[in-house]
């Protein structure tokens, strides 16, 4: 059974650096093919994807906001990270995370995680 | 970048009507395409992916065509349970985008 769980900050101030974990259980980041991304959605609008990371460590960003995203894995601890500089009340968004594989789809997703921006 | 189109972005549609979404990518994908349904406060959910292929566990009466640049979700008899935002989504090199969603209300 494959679950995701997103954690981090509920609000976070403008121009503050946002740190997101996804802590998953039911696969392997180290099986051939399979990621993680980070997808958003802020309040009554269309999802994002932000970013999302291999097996194999490649990582792929969404064009617009790859200055901003680092994201990682610890294998071992069956997490990903997502880390967003420069936060702005138009970051105000639910965060997700969720399971690929390939570029097949995004198949299992986190709860979600709402952050907020705001001073 | 690629961008991503929908039409329409909301329709009303009654139980056991058929219904039919398209999506429009701003260039060629193949077939990387991957539709969503999303319900309120609710993470969305898998329905069809590579195009045309049904996500394990999704009712047969969605199904979905096309490749290249154009493509459509269609729900053939509409239930209940289908009321929900649908978001198409392209794979292509390995980037990824969501089109702006379709809402389908109760008429």
């Known amino acids: 059974q494959i679950t995701l769980k997103e954690s981090g900050p509920t609000l976070v101030k403008p121009t503050q650096t946002l740190t997101l974990t996804c802590t998953f259980s039911g696969f392997s980041l180290s099986t051939s093919g399979v990621g993680v991304g980070w997808i958003r959605q802020p309040p009554g609008k269309a999802l994002e994807w932000l970013a999302l990371?291999?097996?194999?460590?490649?990582?792929r960003y969404s064009p617009s906001l790859k200055s901003r995203l680092t994201i990682t894995k610890d294998t071992s601890k069956n997490q990903v990270v997502l880390t967003m500089t420069n936060m702005d009340p138009v970051d105000t968004a639910t965060y997700y995370c969720?399971?690929?594989?390939?570029?097949?789809?995004?198949?299992?997703w986190g709860q979600g995680t709402l952050v907020t921006v705001s001073s | 970048d690629i961008q991503m189109t929908q039409s329409p972005s909301s329709v009303s549609a009654s139980v056991g009507d058929r219904v039919t979404i398209t999506c429009r990518a701003s260039q060629g994908i193949s077939s990387w395409l991957a539709w969503y349904q999303q319900k309120p406060g609710k993470a969305p959910k898998l329905l069809i992916y590579?195009?045309?292929s049904l996500q394990s566990g999704v009712p047969s009466r969605f199904s979905g065509s096309g490749s290249g640049t154009d493509f459509t979700l269609t729900i053939s008899s509409l239930q209940p349970e289908d009321f929900a935002t649908y978001y198409c989504?392209?794979?292509?090199?390995?980037?990824?985008?969501f089109g702006p969603g379709t809402k389908v209300d109760i008429k």
């Open positions: 990371i291999y097996w194999d460590d490649d990582k």
């Open positions: 989504q392209q794979a292509n090199s390995f980037l990824f985008t």
């Open positions: 969720a399971h690929i594989t390939a570029r097949v789809g995004f198949d299992y």
């Open positions: 590579a195009a045309s």
